[in-house]
C-alpha cells in the first residue's frame, strides 16, 4: 500500500542554525500537506502544496513540492526555540475521500 | 468558532475494562477521524467516517476497538476488555468535506482535537 516516509526521524539542532525535513512517497500525489506537532499538543496544518515543483514560504519555513510530486520538504532558516515540535508531511490516501497517509514525522530539538 | 473537542483528557483505567472516548467536531464538518499516537511515534489512522458512507475501518487493530458516529456528529471509539498495549494518545480530526475539492487537486485541512491520553494500568 501507499507509504509516506520522512527522514531524519531526529534532529538536534543549535538555535540559530538551519533545518530541513524530507519527505518522500512510494506514489504520485496529487497534492501534499504539512503539520506541526508541538510537545503536549496536538498537529496543526501549516501549509498544501499542489502543483509541481510549488514551493511556498511562511516566514522563516520554505515547503517545496517536487517536480514528480512523489517528495516534498521543509526548511526552516535560522531556527529558533519555538520551532521545537515534530513536522509531519500527509498525502491524500488513494483509497478515497480526504483520508490522509501522515509520514512518521521529523522530531525538532533546537538547543538555545 | 469551537475547535474539535475530545472527552476525557485523560483516562486510567485497569487492564480488561471497556473505555469509551468521545470526539465533538467542528459544527459542519463531514468528514471524521480517529487516529492513535504513541509516545513519541507518529499517527495511527484507526477509521475514517466519510459522510453518509460506510466508514473506513481499515485501521482499527484488532475486534475489541469499534467507533461510532451519531446523526453525523459526535463520534465514539470503544475499546473493549482494554490491554496495555492500547496506552496511547487517541486523537480525533474532523474537515469540512468527506470528497476532495473538485478540479483543484488539494485535499481538506484535517482539524485535530486535543486528544485523550489513555492509560491501561
Known amino acids: 500500500g501507499q507509504q509516506v516516509m520522512q527522514i531524519p526521524q531526529y534532529q538536534h539542532v543549535q538555535e540559530g542554525e538551519d533545518f530541513t525535513t524530507y519527505c518522500n512517497s512510494s506514489?504520485?500525489?496529487?497534492?501534499i500537506q504539512w503539520y506541526k506537532q508541538r510537545p503536549g499538543g496536538h498537529p496543526v496544518f501549516l501549509i498544501q502544496?499542489?502543483?509541481?515543483?510549488e514551493v511556498k514560504k511562511q516566514k522563516r519555513l520554505t515547503f517545496q513540492f517536487g517536480e514528480a510530486k512523489k517528495n516534498s520538504s521543509l526548511h526552516i532558516t535560522a531556527t529558533q526555540t519555538t520551532d521545537v515540535g515534530t513536522y509531519f508531511c500527509?498525502?491524500?490516501?488513494?483509497?478515497?475521500?480526504?483520508?490522509?497517509?501522515f509520514g512518521g514525522g521529523t522530531r525538532l530539538m533546537v538547543k538555545p | 468558532g469551537a475547535g474539535v473537542s475530545q472527552s476525557p483528557s485523560n483516562k486510567v483505567t485497569e487492564k480488561g475494562k471497556d473505555v469509551e472516548l468521545r470526539c465533538d467536531p467542528i459544527?459542519?464538518?463531514?468528514?471524521l477521524y480517529w487516529y492513535r499516537q504513541s509516545l513519541g511515534q507518529g499517527l495511527e489512522f484507526l477509521i475514517y467516517?466519510?459522510?453518509?458512507?460506510?466508514?473506513?475501518k481499515s485501521g482499527l487493530p484488532s475486534d475489541r476497538f469499534s467507533a461510532e458516529r451519531t446523526g453525523g456528529s459526535v463520534s465514539t471509539l470503544t475499546i473493549q476488555r482494554t490491554q496495555q498495549e492500547d496506552s496511547a494518545v487517541y486523537l480525533c480530526?474532523?474537515?469540512?468535506?468527506?470528497?476532495?475539492?473538485?478540479?483543484?487537486?488539494?485535499?481538506?485541512?484535517?482539524?485535530f482535537g486535543p486528544g485523550t491520553r489513555l492509560t491501561v494500568l
Open positions: 467516517f466519510q459522510g453518509n458512507s460506510a466508514p473506513d
Open positions: 500527509a498525502g491524500p490516501n488513494n483509497n478515497a475521500g480526504n483520508m490522509l497517509t
Open positions: 459544527s459542519g464538518h463531514t468528514a
Open positions: 480530526a474532523s474537515s469540512l468535506r468527506a470528497r476532495g475539492l473538485a478540479g483543484g487537486g488539494g485535499t481538506d485541512t484535517q482539524y
Open positions: 506514489t504520485t500525489l496529487s497534492n
Open positions: 502544496l499542489v502543483k509541481s515543483g
